[in-house]
């Protein structure tokens, strides 16, 4: 089912909005059999998403009019929630309900500590297009054939980020030009924080992974461990300490061949032992709420691999720079920005992660976490 909205047209008084209940099934089908021809949702899938915990209806009145519903749901293994489906009645359109349910159905997903939303809606439905654009969204992709008819559907999505002071702020922030850079533009985003004068040119990312990785991918160039990354900084005059849920080898499961999980197991326990030998700290257990938060009291930030299934279903492991804290939600540089037909990024990647949150995304299915604290050395 498509994330949808019919048109605004006129100013009205504001609706009331509230949860969903069993009585409004009815007021919700006849809108659906208005204003959609397919893909109309259906009586029972209307009761289980009343009931369901991993759900939410979010329905408008004005007066006695049934003015519009929407549908969000909640995945228990990612940090993204998904407008499901969005209608207004053609008696309240103009008074700007569209909006207002798109703004109810982010504050709930924030309240479930989601990080982002996302939607599809059907190609050439422009009215409900220009409602998602003005709320901020933007289109990362296509469905083709999505829908009964055959009519594709556009992606659309949304960071919820909150503003808080310590935004206002933040260190230098510098995105991946590659899929396999994140931990090379995080090591960047450290040199940064330490060093205001700190302007890389374009050749550092790559040398920085050349220095760190060890891991290969099915196809392609391949990413980077803890270790490697902790040396790199070492070797620039920070001063790292790596928090690990276990000793290497890393990321076996990623390739078949056993000549290259042969590579990778001895190079990645050869950083291991240089590491102990230049008197980097390691800490063989997962960074703890406690142990993260006082860190970033002390002035320190942290280089944080993330599942990138329970981010926004990126797949591979991911490294993030985590570089304080407000209250116990965690801010994040994503190295992964979206980027323009150069390559540029289109803005910084900049988000309040609640720990809640933060702790489930940080430990992949394989059980790995990995973080590494720094300070200025």
């Known amino acids: 089912m498509a994330a949808r909205s019919s048109a605004l047209r006129r100013p009205a008084p504001a609706p009331a909005l509230r949860p969903g209940e069993p009585a409004d099934i009815d007021a919700i089908l006849a809108l659906e059999n208005a204003a959609f021809a397919t893909d109309r949702l259906t009586r029972s899938a209307l009761r289980r998403l009343l009931r369901s915990p991993s759900a939410a209806v979010i329905v408008a009145t ?5 003015a519009g519903y929407a549908v969000v ?3 228990s293994n990612t940090g993204a929630a998904r407008l499901y489906s969005l209608a207004v009645a053609p008696k309240a359109s103009g008074a700007g309900l569209g909006s207002a349910l798109v703004a109810a159905a982010e504050a709930e997903a924030v309240r479930r500590d989601r990080l982002l939303i996302r939607l599809e809606v059907r190609a050439g439905n ?3 297009i220009r409602l998602y654009r003005s709320c901020g969204y933007r289109e990362f992709g296509r469905h083709l054939a999505y829908y009964a008819d055959g009519a594709d559907a556009l992606r659309f999505e949304k960071r919820l980020t909150q503003h808080i002071r310590a935004l206002d702020h933040p260190p230098p922030y510098f995105h991946q030009t590659t899929d396999f850079t994140c931990g090379p533009a995080c090591v960047m985003m450290a040199l940064g924080w330490a060093d ?11 040398r920085l992974w050349r220095e760190a990785t060890t891991i290969f991918m ?7 461990g803890p270790f490697g990354l902790a040396l790199t900084l070492k070797q620039r005059g920070l001063a790292p300490e790596v928090h690990v849920s276990g000793p290497p080898p890393y990321f076996l499961d990623t390739v078949k061949s056993a000549e290259r999980q042969r590579v990778m197991r001895v190079a990645q326990e050869d950083f291991y032992g240089q590491a102990a030998a230049l008197g980097i700290r390691t800490r063989l257990t997962p960074v703890s709420e406690s142990g993260l938060m006082a860190a970033f009291d002390a002035g320190c ?3 944080v691999l993330m599942s990138g299934h329970h981010m926004v279903s990126r797949g591979a492991a991911h490294w993030v720079f985590a570089f304080g804290r407000s209250g ?3 801010l994040v540089h994503d190295p992964a920005a979206f980027r323009d037909d150069e390559g540029r990024a289109v803005s910084a990647e900049t988000y309040v992660v609640p720990w809640s ?3 489930r995304m940080a430990r992949l299915r394989n059980g790995l976490s990995a973080a590494i604290v720094i300070r200025k050395g």
């Open 301 to 303: 930030v942290a280089i």
């Open 357 to 359: 949150a933060f702790e």
């Open 196 to 206: 205001s004068s700190f302007r890389p040119e374009p050749s550092l990312e790559f």
């Open 73 to 75: 749901l909640f995945r």
């Open 62 to 66: 004005r007066g006695d009019l049934f």
């Open 126 to 128: 422009d009215g409900a």
């Open 218 to 224: 099915a196809s392609g160039p391949g990413g980077c």
């Open 328 to 330: 116990r939600n965690v």
